[in-house]
């Protein structure tokens, strides 16, 4: 799997958007962008994954740059229950090495009144 | 629809002794996971299975032991627990290997 780098930790205010990036700069032609969060003691939650083209559900919206190598998630009015921490993962969706979803750190975002 | 349950919610464990950590889900999906996550850390995978009858190894799989009878349950093992597989355990699934995953409410586990 392709390694991400995030930004450790960031901040946002209520009703703003938050707009978490990622890095992905070997991420290879077959890998996908995953992401998901995890707020404070609970399970792990999925958000949005993408290939290439840009992603909107209920939840937020991913944008992934033209060559790949990076993405952004973005959550359009972030809310207090939007604190959380949030994983950009990289990988490879079908087979075998699909099971391997690897969390890295994450990025801590705190959503602040 | 409960999705998946986990069993205990917490426990306390002497070292040596085993211990097996329930996960239960009613979503019929193929696969399952076992993950443990550490202090301030991510996620790390210890066991998955595809389907039921299989199991495979993640990354950390040394201590620990699964098996998949049948598609809802997928019980993880430690033989003989040590201090350092003190962690939160998730169990999680989703219905391919590639597809979203959905998690468990966790287990902390503390070996002394």
């Known amino acids: 799997d392709a390694k991400t780098t995030q930004p450790p930790s960031m901040d946002c205010a209520e009703g703003r958007a938050a707009n978490l990036p990622c890095n992905h700069s070997t991420i290879s032609g077959n890998e996908y962008v995953y992401w998901y969060r995890q707020i404070h003691s609970q399970g792990p939650q999925y958000i949005i994954h993408?290939?290439?083209n840009n992603e909107t559900n209920e939840m937020a919206s991913l944008i992934i740059t033209e060559d790949r190598k990076s993405s952004t998630l973005i959550l359009p009015h972030a809310t207090l229950r939007d604190t959380a921490v949030y994983y950009c993962i990289v990988r490879v969706a079908i087979g075998n090495a699909g099971n391997m979803l690897t969390f890295g750190g994450g990025t801590r975002l705190m959503v602040k009144p | 629809i409960a999705g998946i349950t986990q069993a205990p919610t917490s426990q306390i464990l002497a070292a040596g002794r085993r211990m097996t950590l329930r996960c239960t889900q009613d979503m019929r999906h193929n696969a399952m996971y076992w993950y443990r996550q550490d202090l301030g850390l991510g996620l790390r995978l210890i066991h998955y299975s595809n389907t039921a009858g299989t199991t495979g190894k993640g990354e950390v799989p040394d201590g620990y032991s699964v098996s998949r009878a049948n598609t809802d349950d997928f019980p993880l093992t430690l033989a003989s627990a040590v201090p350092s597989q003190t962690s939160v355990y998730f169990c999680?699934?989703?219905?391919?290997?590639?597809?979203?995953?959905?998690f468990g409410p966790g287990t902390r586990l503390t070996v002394l």
């Open positions: 993408g290939l290439k």
């Open positions: 999680a699934s989703s219905d391919s290997p590639g597809g979203e995953r959905f």
